[in-house]
T-cell receptor, first 114, second 115 residues
């Protein structure tokens, strides 16, 4: 069975600093996709970044980058130059090949302070 | 990017009534949509996969007679919570993707409160 683990229930970071949110996963599938979503207090789920298991390079999207270490089965999200608006819940998710279903981790609450 | 809408954004109803929640993909067609439930400070729990033109696939432990799903068109799926009770109070959120290997985009969610 697939499983996503986010061990940090909460993280604090000062504005303009970088922060890493951890995500480890467990799967026996050789091919899979990894996603990060942001959920602000309003509740909407905002797609941030995607990493395919066969992608050679780590994914980047603006201030977001994914530190993908396949051998360690980790897919940590790095947010550079944190902003106050980054305060939210962050969820890591995985998708199996041939399926559209996502398996979510328990989330990490990020608080950015001035 | 792909946009998914949900209506209503919040609803309060009396125990025993039924509530319908709509999920629409605004700028793409989706043969498959997903319905999730989220309790406060918890992760998203997949309830069911909604398939256009066929029956929904429910996750283990989700009562299909309680949570009726209808995927009538390629841009609309509805979730009806039948005979709602206070324990059905939750945040319901849908998602859809433009294609099988595409990213899932989420609606803004619906907060249901059953009194």
């Amino acid at each position: 069975a697939q499983k996503i683990t986010q061990t940090q229930p909460g993280m604090f970071v000062q504005e303009k600093e970088a922060v890493t949110l951890d995500c480890t996963y467990d799967t026996s599938d050789p091919s899979y996709g990894l996603f990060w979503y942001k959920q602000p207090s309003s509740g909407e789920m905002i797609f941030l970044i995607y990493q395919g298991s066969y992608d050679q390079q780590n994914a980047t999207e603006g201030r977001y980058s994914l530190n993908f270490q396949k051998a360690r089965k980790s897919a940590n999200l790095v947010i550079s130059a944190s902003q106050l608006g980054d305060s939210a819940m962050y969820f890591c998710a995985m998708r199996r090949p041939g399926f559209q279903k996502l398996v979510f981790g328990t989330g990490t609450r990020l608080l950015v302070s001035p | 990017g792909a946009v998914v809408s949900q209506h209503p954004s919040r609803v309060i109803c009396k125990s025993g009534t039924s509530v319908k929640i709509e999920c629409r993909s605004l700028d793409f067609q989706a043969t498959t949509m997903f319905w999730y439930r989220q309790f406060p400070k918890q992760s998203l729990m997949l309830m069911a996969t909604s398939n256009e033109g066929s029956k929904a696939t429910y996750e283990q432990g989700v009562e299909k007679d309680k949570f009726l799903i209808n995927h009538a068109s390629l841009t609309l799926s509805t979730l009806t919570v039948t005979s709602a009770h206070p324990e059905d109070s939750s945040f319901y959120i849908c998602s859809a993707s433009p294609g099988l290997l595409e990213t899932q985009y989420f609606g803004p969610g619906t907060r249901l409160l059953v009194l």
